[in-house]
């Protein structure tokens, strides 16, 4: 292993024993807690004698190698926005793992980059690349709850319409929604549900599953039962006729989706292609590309390119997409 190698292998390290120190350092133990703590640890304190019932001496080792992924976890509630992302997406795992496995898939994808003799200078690329890999998977996982969930919606608003018209009462609606619908749609009304039953009234509850399902179809339900409640109304007709209107975009967002395929596939393969093309010839003639990273218009050019690619990104994401 030469020089090179051992700075980029010594630099991760590095930077993980930073990452590691800061998450000890953000710890934020109260005062009595952590006294009890050490007093049961060194005998001079019973466990029925501690705060809170008891602290029992396997959670308290268990603790000590969940020190990282408490201090994440607290980090993460300082920025509600990264807890609501997970609660969007529906994670199988917390904000500490995730970033635990984001570190690991950013050493992985240097450890790959260096066994296939990669450019030291492409090295950050290919562990920045590895370690947004994660996100970009919870990202998409998160939007495909919500097509999922518009998708549901039409149905959703044609059963709540039923159960009114047979007697029900919204909760009983909703609880309908509950037992009839598959998820995602049936998981974030039953939280709505459970709220309402809490006291929480019901426009409010409905408010809140707003947030954590940013969707249009879901706003006009929601304005329409919080105008029914002030005003009066026949609701059901109104559930009726957002299910029509929901209905009658979904085909218009088809017959766009049909037209617009062929630019869909022209963008990835533009997008894809450069990239494709620089990794062959790098395996054909890596001198020839080396050029690229050693002379210095060379790295002019790469970066003119990665602004350019950036650029034909979000002009052929504007012209494809098409709001409905």
């Not at 007709?237 to 209905?247: A, F, M, N, P, S």
Request: net charge positive; glycine share 8%.
């Amino acid at each position: 292993m030469d020089n090179a190698t051992l700075i980029m292998v010594a630099t991760f390290v590095g930077v993980f024993g930073l990452i590691a120190a800061v998450g000890y350092l953000l710890k934020e133990l109260s005062p009595t807690t952590a006294e009890d703590r050490l007093a049961v640890l060194t005998g001079q304190k019973s466990l029925a004698g501690t705060k809170a019932g008891g602290v029992m001496k396997k959670e308290l080792l268990a603790e000590g190698a969940k020190g990282i992924s408490n201090s994440l976890g607290r980090l993460a509630d300082r920025f509600g926005n990264v807890r609501l992302f997970f609660e969007q997406a529906d994670s199988p795992i917390g904000f500490d793992v995730f970033c635990m496995i984001s570190l690991g898939a950013a050493g992985l994808g240097l450890a790959i980059g260096i066994i296939l003799r990669a450019p030291y200078l492409l090295l950050p690329v290919i562990v920045l690349v590895a370690g947004i890999a994660p996100f970009m998977w919870l990202s998409m996982k998160r939007q495909a709850r919500f097509k999922r969930f518009a998708k549901l919606m039409p149905d959703a608003m044609d059963l709540i319409a039923r159960a009114l018209r047979s007697g029900h009462s919204l909760a009983s609606a909703l609880h309908v929604v509950i037992e009839e619908m598959p998820a995602p749609l049936s998981t974030e009304f039953s939280v709505a549900y459970e709220q309402q039953k809490l006291g929480i009234p019901m426009d409010r509850a409905l408010k809140s599953m707003l947030v954590r399902m940013p969707n249009m179809d879901l706003k006009f339900f929601v304005t329409a039962v919080a105008i029914q409640k002030q005003a009066g109304g026949d609701l059901a007709e109104i559930l009726d006729k957002i299910g029509y209107v929901i209905r009658e975009r979904f085909k218009i967002m088809g017959a766009v989706q049909a037209l617009t395929g062929e630019g869909r596939i022209s963008g990835i393969v533009l997008m894809a292609l450069p990239i494709v093309l620089f990794f062959a010839v790098y395996y054909l003639n890596p001198p020839y590309v080396m050029t690229l990273f050693v002379h210095p218009t060379g790295r002019k050019m790469i970066a003119f390119a990665v602004v350019l690619q950036i650029l034909g990104a979000y002009c052929i994401k504007k012209i494809i997409n098409i709001k409905v």
